[in-house]
């Protein structure tokens, strides 16, 4: 039978977040003073009965050249910062004694040794494990490799709170099931999300994976948007185009039919291509494009990552509104920088961007400039898109759905294709410049065994090191530069390989998604300068900005949040549940049914100005054109939902300081950084293109339910 009434509240309050001043460790000074959750990376140990002992573990990731590190098979990786006072000398006898630090896991079926310990801080890892328990034991011999003595300190991580639902599951389906079925409501009722809005035909739900029976009768509170297939033309092989300083290029976005696994959907294209021409020009030349508008709704085009003419960045506003269907605009383009670019809408990115109107152009150096790397180069943009039983889940005509988490896809896309394949001969080495253009999604990709890579730039430029990983990970509007050497043959699998949270049964599952896949005939010549990790001709003036403003306070502090209103009972309620701990990257979209049900109508998310208060487009930032700013973003911890934010400055370029007070070793320009969830991201903003810019979430969900601000750079 369902839980009394206040029972379920007292659950439901239990289940709040915490706040961070009330279960902080002070041992975890570094994270605490750059804003990161204590609650969720600092785990406070507990001493056994009889001893004083004191402690706690700062989590952390492990260096390199991401703000967040997981393993290639998806597992969270963790590195260990160790304080303790206290301990029980005691109980040592002998040379070897000592005491030795262990991760397990829950049911102690994993135990991993982690190294000795002693009063005063140092730091052990890294460890890949999700959930786990922290133990540290007095040891005759430091040398074990598995315990032995007595336990002294027990801690354990935050994740270790996600629980079953047991008897609430039950009751809130039964809540959601013992109201009528309204009839279809009309748009001004904000109710109509609860059931039965018009023309909606259902979201999927993950394989494997149950919804509330409440849950499942929800829908969106908006009418739903298909492109109008009647205009729609067929699609066209991608394209490369070279242009010259002087050179013009038309952009026709409109609608186009494409095949994707077999079935046929109307969609979005650039030229009637999805993606869009690869556009190919050399830094420091000028072109022009052309962009028609062929839509039924106004658009632009965004140059992300280009330092250009503010005039033409393609955020619609009074002086340069977006351009109307039918109508057509001229951009002058000049690129400054070479690297991997993409260009985008910036209207209703939900709809637009997710339907196709996407691609890359690459800049690449001076014709003189000396160049390293592979000779042969893939373009790859990744990508997903949201399919039904009945074709494309619609989109929300007013304002986007999915406005909670964004719109996690279950069709894996490279370079608009649902099965991408290649060749490579064995021995041979890739550079593959990457493109995540997906809503919402965070991609963990991985080659197959035999293959080895090498991260060697992002956004804006080279790391300051080369540097070796298993895998790669990319949030949307990220763009990374790897090296891949492949084995002697067979065929190799290009995976996403993530950990979702089942938020009803409180566990974590794999998932791998294949993107594509490569076969490997025949040999290469041998490719010795693979194995030497380079630095960058630029890497002394990047460690030296970095060294010059590490430690240093923040000019400019962003707290990430949201707000909700008028969300349906269960809704709320789950998301009071779930909140009792967050993942610090929403890998899967595992609650469809609410996550789909969330719109711009009900969901605000917010970029708020820690000094002044002020929120999203009431800030009013101002710097002087060639100063430097530190900047500190924050993912709140105390809110209703707390998730990951890729967020993107225009027009302007920045270095990453720190994650969490952590210094960052490998500098590189880039123009969007993912801040996971109850993290800080400390960054250095180079000011130095006038204008006014805009600085935003890159979930196209969150862009559209107004996590957005301007921000001006005066001469």
Request: with cysteine; proline share 8%.
């Amino acid at each position: 039978m369902p839980l009394p009434w206040v029972l379920v509240g007292l659950l439901l309050a239990a289940a709040a977040p915490p706040a961070d001043s009330a279960v902080a460790a002070p041992e975890c000074l570094r994270l605490a003073a750059s804003g990161g959750s204590t609650d969720l990376y600092c785990i406070p140990l507990v001493p056994a009965p009889g001893f004083g002992a004191s402690g706690s573990v700062e989590l952390s990731w492990p260096g390199g050249p991401f703000t967040i590190r997981v393993a290639s098979d998806g597992t969270q990786q963790w590195q260990l910062r160790f304080s303790l006072t206290d301990l029980p000398v005691s109980l040592l006898h002998g040379r070897r004694a000592g005491f030795v630090a262990w991760a397990a896991s829950p049911t102690m079926s994993l135990v991993v040794r982690l190294g000795v310990v002693h009063a005063g801080t140092m730091d052990l890892g890294p460890v890949a494990l999700d959930r786990f328990l922290i133990l540290i034991s007095a040891e005759s011999d430091t040398t074990v490799r598995e315990w032995h003595g007595r336990f002294v300190l027990r801690g354990e991580s935050a994740s270790n709170r996600l629980r079953p639902a047991d008897n609430y599951q039950f009751f809130l389906g039964v809540a959601g099931d013992r109201t009528p079925a309204p009839a279809p409501m009309a748009m001004h009722d904000p109710h109509g999300m609860h059931r039965g809005s018009i023309g909606w035909t259902g979201v999927p739900m993950f394989p494997g994976l149950d919804m509330l029976p409440a849950e499942m009768a929800l829908r969106p509170a908006q009418q739903p948007f298909f492109p109008p297939d009647s205009v729609a033309m067929p699609s066209r092989p991608h394209q490369v185009v070279r242009l010259r300083t002087g050179d013009t290029l038309e952009l026709m976005a409109g609608p186009v039919r494409r095949t994707i696994a077999g079935r046929q959907y109307t969609m979005l294209g650039f030229n009637g291509q999805s993606p869009g021409p690869l556009i190919q020009v050399e830094r420091g030349a000028e072109i022009f494009v052309r962009l028609v508008n062929r839509l039924s709704m106004p658009t632009t085009v965004h140059w992300h990552g280009i330092r250009l003419d503010n005039r033409f960045d393609g955020v619609p506003d009074p002086v340069h509104p977006a351009v109307q269907p039918g109508d057509s605009f001229l951009y002058t383009i000049h690129f400054p920088d070479a690297g991997i670019f993409w260009y985008h809408p910036h209207v209703r990115e939900d709809i637009q961007q997710d339907l196709g109107l996407y691609g890359n152009l690459f800049v690449t150096p001076d014709p003189g400039a000396t160049t390293r790397g592979p000779a042969r180069q893939e373009f790859l943009v990744l990508d997903d898109l949201l399919v039904g039983d009945e074709g494309l889940v619609p989109y929300g005509r007013e304002l986007p759905t999915h406005a909670a988490m964004g719109r996690f896809g279950n069709v894996m896309l490279i370079n608009g294709e649902s099965d991408w394949r290649a060749t490579v001969r064995g021995g041979e080495v890739l550079r593959f410049y990457l493109t995540n253009v997906a809503s919402s999604r965070t991609f963990n990709l991985s080659f197959g065994a035999g293959s080895r890579i090498k991260v060697v730039g992002s956004d804006q430029g080279s790391f300051a090191r080369e540097t070796w990983t298993e895998s790669v990970v990319i949030a949307p509007a990220e763009r990374y530069v790897v090296d891949v050497k492949f084995g002697s043959g067979g065929t190799v699998a290009l995976v996403n390989r993530v950990h979702g949270i089942d938020h009803l049964y409180g566990r974590f599952f794999g998932i791998t998604d294949t993107l594509g896949m490569i076969s490997v005939r025949g040999s290469a010549p041998p490719s010795p300068g693979f194995n030497r990790l380079r630095g960058s001709a630029e890497a002394a003036t990047l460690d030296s900005l970095v060294s010059a403003n590490a430690g240093l306070p923040p000019a400019h502090t962003l707290e990430l949040r949201v707000a909700f209103s008028g969300l349906p009972f269960v809704a709320e309620q789950l998301m009071r549940l779930d909140s009792i701990y967050f993942n610090p990257v929403e890998w899967e979209g595992t609650m469809p049914g609410m996550n789909w049900a969330t719109t711009g109508t009900d969901t605000r998310w917010i970029l708020r100005d820690a000094a002044t208060g002020l929120e999203n487009m009431d800030i009013q930032w101002r710097f002087r054109r060639g100063t430097m700013s530190r900047i500190r973003l924050i993912g709140a911890r105390t809110t209703l939902h707390g998730m990951q934010h890729p967020i993107h400055l225009h027009g302007q370029r920045f270095l990453v300081l720190a994650v969490n007070g952590k210094p960052n070793q490998n500098p590189v320009w880039k123009d969007t950084v993912l801040v996971p969830a109850g993290s800080s991201v400390d960054i250095l903003a180079e000011m130095s293109n006038p204008g006014s810019w805009m600085l935003h979430c890159h979930i196209a969900e969150h862009l559209e339910s107004q996590m957005m601000m301007h921000f001006l750079v005066e001469e």
